[in-house]
């Protein structure tokens, strides 16, 4: 067995070959293509090789064409943070780092990360790509709030100014500022641009997860909705990797930092994580809040000792907890009630259901 150590950049990587008796055997830079990769590896015919390398801004097209090659039995992708932790040294070079890579490889000591199947990783940028659409739809929305109030143009009493009625009054504006106008007018083709993204990214994923039980799972969840569960499920992918409900919260980046020396213990800021799963739960425990009973309640009983971003921050966890069991377990989501004095249930507690309103 040959351990190979793949140190990789936008254009060319390098590799280190090593034996099972940790001697290098070899250090070769290449470009990004198969041709030359497999030219390293056909120096090593008959032998089967291990390779592994470290998660980046490219990492997907090497991963996947290591996979291809003949002769690899096993492809590792390291979480660049904790090898550097693992062996970090005063001298970086590229011929060091693939050495080092191949060296914990064969010694079993990579910090590995779990890797979606490809077509969950591009199903993940489709679903992230909307969100950049949603989020993008609302800076405009702002910016042409700001253009009416210094304009000083009374907007009419409406449900939704963004809406068919709404959008109709905004594109007959004639601004006395040509400047403004200008501004406005270009804000609105943005957003109707944007609006067209939106929907066909939407189509898209309806029609790759239509018949994703889990997803709808997701949705009897207080908050989560059909953009939610969709790209919960494309980040979580299998709740089966997750041994409790507190690694998930980890995961998502939802749970604070423990920093401990003799009889001194402090709460600090949040680990880092998935930043697109605490987006979503975050969001989305903003409309548990105001539908469910239970989230409600348990927001305003931390809100009194934590503040309200900590409070946001602990039913966002919260959340996350209940995806996990309801993923896990595969049931619907059921609402646990405050009584009568407005005391949350204990664990283990009888549960009812919640009214309709609850399962958005």
């Known amino acids: 067995m040959l351990y190979g150590g793949v140190d990789i950049h936008k254009r060319y990587s390098v590799m280190s070959v090593i034996n099972e008796r940790g001697e290098c055997l070899e250090t070769k830079r290449f470009e990004n293509n198969r041709a030359e990769l497999q030219e390293i590896l056909d120096r090593y015919k008959g032998e089967t090789f291990k390779a592994v390398i470290e998660a980046g801004l490219n990492w997907g097209v090497m991963y996947d064409m290591l996979w291809e090659m003949e002769g690899i039995v096993d492809v590792k992708l390291a979480n660049a943070s904790k ?25 079993d000591y990579i910090p590995e990360v779990w890797v979606p199947d490809n077509p969950t990783r591009v199903l993940r940028e489709v679903a992230r790509y909307r969100l950049f659409t949603v989020k993008f739809k609302t800076m405009l929305k702002n910016r042409i709030h700001d253009i009416l109030l210094k304009s000083h143009i009374e907007v009419p009493e409406l449900r939704d100014l963004f809406g068919s ?72 992918s299998d709740i089966g990797r997750f041994a409790n409900a507190q690694k998930l919260c980890s995961y998502c980046g939802l749970a604070p930092s423990i920093h401990s020396s003799g009889n001194t213990s402090y709460h600090g800021k949040l680990v880092i994580g998935n ?44 959340l996350a907890t209940v995806a996990y069991h309801v993923l896990k377990e595969k049931r619907d989501y059921i609402e646990l009630l405050p009584d009568n004095k407005g005391h949350l249930p204990s664990v283990g507690a009888s549960r009812s259901f919640t009214p309709d309103s609850c399962q958005v």
């Open 83 to 107: 090898v550097k932790a693992i062996a970090s040294g005063k001298i970086k070079t590229d011929k060091i780092d693939s050495k080092i890579l191949g060296q914990m490889l064969r010694m």
């Open 165 to 236: 009625h709404g959008l109709k009054f905004l594109e007959s504006l004639e601004l006395k500022d040509k400047n403004y106008d200008i501004l406005l007018k270009r804000q609105l083709a943005l957003l109707k641009q944007m609006k067209e993204e939106d929907k066909e990214m939407q189509e898209v994923l309806e029609m790759e997860l239509k018949d994703r039980s889990d997803i709808k799972l997701l949705r009897s969840i207080p908050g989560i909705g059909k953009v939610f569960g969709q790209l919960i499920i494309l980040e979580i």
């Open 275 to 318: 930043k697109w799963l605490r987006w979503a739960f975050i969001e989305a425990s903003h409309s548990a809040i105001n539908v469910s009973p239970y989230f409600k309640k348990h927001y305003v009983n931390v809100k009194n000792r934590a503040g309200t971003s900590g409070a946001t921050i602990s039913v966002a966890r919260k």
